[in-house]
DNA sequence: TGTATTTTGTTAAAACACTCACAAACCTTC
DNA sequence: GAAGGTTTGTGAGTGTTTTAACAAAATACA
């Protein structure tokens, strides 16, 4: 009686890692790279080969001992696992200058996120064209989830209006939430919600500089 | 003899939610809000209550037993301890539709980011006025730098050029980088680098929908 | 076939982070 | 000014994540 119960706890932290593993490796691949051991994986991500390979195996034995790991296999294996070997159907809410920059931004599309619909509720905006796609009263937002079969919301509007958004978008059925707007939202336990901060980041170059600074 | 050498570590983890904080801490002080404590406080940032006091602690004490701490002497102890109670002369590098976003999103400058040069190497940009601001050639990096004192270098290219953006920003010494660019870059240790992905992100929404889903 | 070499997957140890629990400190009221 | 009620700051305990170490499994080559 081995391990029967597999399915252990994936940390957090690896699940954040493994979008940085899939970025090395698909540059690898582009460069022509076939097979490779953890030792150059983890300096090519700034990471350590022990936790490159724990990290990995909480999804698979994906590794040949002695060998290494084959990249395009390990790429399949984990936008598999992450299931972004598929499209997802999006939404974004909030046509201002980063909204506009996202529905601008092809690699969205590229990497499966298709944005199926852009919502505002400014009526200078309504009926605006941007990507073959007419911008919408957020009204009309259960409509076009269940239209379109939406299962992912962006939020770029103010963070005055954030918090409508998301409500908005949990009412039509979304369930997953990635929010620019710098406030914390209120959703039900079954949402989740990421949050992109540029300050966030800014603040960490900051604090390390003027502490850690040499 | 007590705590002589107060410079105890503090956990990474711990600044990340240092900006949650403001972030709430200001929205409260909006809201009127001149006291609070540590149990509220921590709902709204979506976390514990001991955690925020012990978080707090490492940078100060700047409660009172029985009372909360005052929301208007908190942010300014907080942006303080971050060092972001001050400018921060920043440059922007790659004028496409991520980085023109930025260059027109006031919030930079309001919190004390100025971004005060931005460059590109397509000779179709150069020239170009953003909110003022002329778009100028990358080679013209050092001599920017020195002449308006940048400290902070925001790379927006796309990523086949990042590393050379970021060469660039390290030789005319910068040391600090945020990077929206989907690659590793190779710095020296000095020299702090914090990265933005939004796919980062999209993935962990994506796996655990698709995992823990319900 | 057997030995040396490589590199994985995994167990054990160390480091790190979080939560609990409570004394210390403050406010209010009698 | 003493008692009762709050709320902080922190030490101790628990849990989680990272790192180190090594047996197991593969290749290469004599």
Redesign the interface.
Known sequence: MVNLLKSKHIPRAT??R???Y???LE?LQREGVEIISSDPLAI???ANASQVRKDLAYFGEFGVRGVGYNVHNLIRSLTH????DRE?RTALVGVG??G???L??H??KQ?G?NIVAAFDCDPFKIGEMIQNLEVICTKRMKEKVDEQGI??GIITTPPERSQRAATHLVEAGV????SFA???LKVPD?V?V??????????????????K??
Chains 1, 2 share one sequence.
């Not at 990421?194 to 003027?210: G, K, R, W």
Request: hydrophobic share 45%.
């Open positions: 699940i954040q493994m979008a940085v899939i970025q090395v540059k090519a991500c700034d696992a992450l299931a972004i997802w200058n980063l506009r920059a996202i601008n931004h690699e969205f990497r996120f299962e992912i369930r997953c939430i990635l710098p406030s914390r079954n989740y990421e949050y992109v901060d540029f300050f966030h980041h800014l603040y960490s170059l900051t604090f390390n500089v003027s502490t600074g040499n």
